[in-house]
């Protein structure tokens, strides 16, 4: 009951020109690229993901610059204390998912963008960034945003 709650809140949230593709295939095309087969990778990009002392919770590295058509796989390692999410997606996107989390803090992800790890955790995901521009990384467990977990992924053309 509650999952199909959530996702008729996920689906209400969709922009519109992202709609027409998500009916059809279940997950849309996404501004930001898409599934990467590993094979075809050309760079690993490791990140690590931490509180601090202060209450800070970071990414680090949290900037990353990509090419257009590069496949990239981020191996993710939480070396903090608590649970993470290291969530790859356009800025609009996540900040709509973040407002979903904050009012459904349990909610568990099940997509090819997004992983959870638990502390000692590692993981990866491996993207094939298919358009050019400014993107997030986020950790989008309430108040972790916030605190400083998120990053730009700068994608230029060729
Ligand atoms: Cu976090």
Redesign the pocket.
């Known amino acids: 009951m509650k999952t199909a709650l959530i996702g008729l809140i996920v689906a209400t949230l969709a922009t519109p020109v992202l709609a027409a593709g998500e009916h059809a295939g279940g997950h849309g095309e996404m501004a930001v690229g898409e599934p990467g087969d590993k094979a075809k990778a050309t760079q690993t990009i490791r990140v690590t993901?931490t509180e601090t002392d202060d209450g800070k919770?970071l990414f680090t590295p949290s900037n990353f610059k990509v090419r257009k058509g590069q496949t990239v796989v981020f191996a993710v390692k939480n070396a903090g204390e608590i649970d993470?999410?290291f969530v790859l997606d356009q800025e609009d996107k996540v900040m709509e998912h973040k407002a979903v989390m904050e009012k459904f803090p349990e909610m568990e992800h099940d997509d090819p963008n997004a992983i959870r790890l638990a502390p000692g955790k590692t993981g990866e995901i491996v993207w094939r960034f298919t358009n050019d521009g400014v993107f997030k990384i986020a950790?989008l467990?309430p108040g972790?945003y916030d605190a400083g977990?998120h990053g730009d992924v700068t994608v230029a053309q060729k």
Do not use: L, S
């Open positions: 993901m919770m993470h999410e950790c467990v972790h977990m």
